[in-house]
């Protein structure tokens, strides 16, 4: 099994920045794509930014230019660097990743339990 846990959300400002945190732990033998989806009640989660392993990047059209994903693949970490923060922005963030752990030979998703992010004046 594998255990994705987040850190780094809460209230800020527009315009104002956070950097969210993740690090995956258990039985881990490799991890393809690594990322970020939120969710707002009465909505679909949705993909914010996702990072293979080899270092390739997909952005949710309405976070391009402001979000940073980076990777830390040694760490098994991932992080994410949300930049001029907007009130619409207001969700709670899930950690994703694909993986496949130690004695199996397929690939499942993981999430985290979410971190609460407000962009509130």
């Known amino acids: 099994q594998v255990q994705l846990v987040e850190s780094g959300g809460g209230l800020v400002q527009p315009g104002g920045s956070l950097r969210l945190s993740c690090t995956a732990s258990?039985?881990?033998?490799?991890?393809?794509?690594m990322g970020w989806y939120r969710q707002v009640l009465g909505n679909q989660r949705e993909l914010v930014a996702v990072?293979?392993?080899?270092?390739?990047?997909d952005y949710a059209d309405s976070v391009k230019g402001r979000f940073t994903i980076a990777r830390d693949n040694a760490k098994n970490t991932v992080y994410l660097q949300t930049n001029s923060l907007k009130p619409e922005d207001t969700a709670v963030y899930y950690c994703?990743?694909?993986?496949?752990?130690?004695?199996?030979?397929?690939?499942?998703?993981?999430w985290g339990q979410g971190t609460q992010v407000t962009v509130s004046s």
């Open positions: 994703y990743c694909n993986a496949e752990t130690l004695g199996r030979y397929v690939r499942r998703d993981y």
């Open positions: 258990g039985s881990i033998f490799s991890i393809n794509a």
């Open positions: 990072m293979s392993s080899g270092g390739s990047t």
